[in-house]
T-cell receptor, first 113, second 116 residues
Framework: AQSVTQLGSHVSVSEGALVLLRCNYS??????LFWYVQYPNQGLQLLLK??????LVKGINGFEAEFKKSETSFHLTKPSAHMSDAAEYFC???????????FGSGTRLSIRP | SQTIHQWPATLVQPVGSPLSLECTVE??????LYWYRQAAGRGLQLLFY??????ISSEVPQNLSASRPQDRQFILSSKKLLLSDSGFYLC???????????????FGEGSRLTVL
């Protein structure tokens, strides 16, 4: 069975500081991995995804994530936080051969001026 | 281009009343369709998904049901709502080609349900 664990339900960083949001997954077969962002009272939009190939993937708004198979992790990072990055972030996993997509519990990112 | 419509956007319902949330996708064929619920502090919970007309997979046993009467229409229903059904319901779709999909979800704007 697949599962996703996001460490830290709330992360707060200063503007300009490094953003690190953690995601660990469990999957018996190679997964597809995703990060989504949700702004208040809206649906989710894709930030980035890993399917195959390069393990460091770049997304929108300066975010990137690295797939580390040995650590079963897919942490999201951004070198310098901006006030507009304040939102909720979700990690998701999907088996390559299946249609079910499972999300983590989410991490709310706050940015301090 | 593809669009997804979800309605109603908000609703307040008494306990024991029925529910119907509707979702339609335009601009694509044979999408995979999903219903998720987001409750406060509980992340995004997969409720149902469908890979074709009349094909529904249920992930969480509860008093909700889903139907897919047409290729691009997905309906979430309940005969009798519970207080615990309150939440933010999100419909989403993915491209599907020959049983394979990228897994990239496209979400609707959501329906906020309050059960009193």
């Amino acid at each position: 069975a697949q599962s996703v664990t996001q460490l830290g339900s709330h992360v707060s960083v200063s503007e300009g500081a490094l953003v690190l949001l953690r995601c660990n997954y469990s999957s018996s077969v190679p997964p597809y991995l995703f990060w989504y962002v949700q702004y208040p009272n809206q649906g989710l939009q894709l930030l980035l995804k890993y399917t195959t190939g390069a393990t460091l993937v770049k997304g929108i708004n300066g975010f990137e994530a690295e797939f580390k198979k040995s650590e079963t992790s897919f942490h999201l990072t951004k070198p310098s936080a901006h006030m507009s990055d304040a939102a909720e972030y979700f990690c998701a996993v999907k088996r390559v051969s299946a249609s079910k997509i499972i999300f983590g519990s989410g991490t709310r990112l706050s940015i301090r001026p | 281009s593809q669009t997804i419509h979800q309605w109603p956007a908000t609703l307040v319902q008494p306990v024991g009343s029925p529910l119907s949330l509707e979702c339609t996708v335009e601009g694509t064929s044979n999408p995979n369709l999903y219903w998720y619920r987001q409750a406060a502090g509980r992340g995004l919970q997969l409720l149902f998904y469908s890979v074709g007309i009349g094909q529904i997979s249920s992930e969480v046993p509860q008093n909700l049901s889903a139907s897919r009467p047409q290729d691009r229409q997905f309906i979430l229903s309940s005969k009798k709502l519970l207080l615990s059904d309150s939440g933010f319901y999100l419909c989403a779709w993915t491209y599907s080609l020959g049983g394979w999909d990228t897994g990239e979800l496209f979400f609707g704007e959501g329906s906020r349900l309050t059960v009193l």
